[in-house]
């Protein structure tokens, strides 16, 4: 194994990863960015206004990403699992 090849699949891996985080993510900063904006025009300082939403945000994307984060982490697995031999060498 070449570090080219180390680079590479580490390269592929934490592209995997962020991909599989975003929707989440994403989720959570556009509804923290409207929850601060409504807190900004009403003046409202309430920490949980914050929080729940946010939350209920994360989860809403988690169950309608869920399967195609699934999808994108199997084929990721599968060729792992497939390339072993080549990896060995």
């Known amino acids: 194994m070449s570090p080219e090849f180390i680079t590479g699949y580490f390269l592929l ?19 923290g960015v409207l929850v601060s904006m409504f807190q900004a025009a009403t003046q409202i300082n ?19 990403f869920f399967p195609w984060m699934l999808k994108l982490i199997v084929v990721f697995t599968q060729n792992l699992i497939k390339d072993l031999p080549m990896y060995i060498r």
């Open 13 to 31: 891996a934490i592209k995997t990863a962020i991909l599989l985080a975003a929707p989440m993510l994403v989720a959570g900063l556009v509804i």
């Open 46 to 64: 309430e920490m949980t206004l914050v929080f729940v939403p946010k939350m209920l945000g994360v989860a809403i994307a988690l169950l309608v």
